[in-house]
């Protein structure tokens, strides 16, 4: 069993920036991708963006050159640094993590609000 903790989110200005973090615990050696994922109202959830134990990345296209997807796996932690923020970036914000029998987990969320 894996637990991912959030935490990070809030309100921030158009333009600014906003740094999310994800803890995980338990049986840890099992994970190999970690990501993040976001819903917005009335939208479905989305792959954000992914990171490999390896340290490959992928980004969704509305967030490329904005957002950075970082990783420590000796502290377990993964992280996304959210720069130029835009009014469309709101939404609850989902860690995930996969272990190497493809099993996703999932952590609580944590709301991101940008103002424009």
């Known amino acids: 069993q894996v637990l991912l903790v959030e935490s990070g989110g809030g309100l921030e200005q158009a333009g600014g920036s906003l740094r999310l973090s994800c803890a995980a615990s338990?049986?840890?050696?099992?994970?190999?991708?970690m990501g993040w994922y976001r819903q917005a109202p009335g939208k479905e959830r989305e792959l954000v963006a992914a990171?490999?134990?390896?340290?490959?990345?992928n980004y969704v296209d509305s967030v490329k050159g904005r957002f950075t997807i970082s990783r420590d796996n000796a502290k377990n932690t993964v992280y996304l640094q959210m720069n130029s923020l835009k009014p469309e970036d709101t939404a609850v914000y989902y860690c995930?993590?996969?272990?190497?029998?493809?099993?996703?987990?999932w952590g609580q969320g944590t709301q991101v609000t940008v103002s424009s």
């Open positions: 338990g049986i840890t050696s099992r994970i190999t991708t």
């Open positions: 990171i490999t134990r390896g340290g490959t990345t």
């Open positions: 995930n993590a996969d272990d190497y029998l493809n099993i996703p987990y």
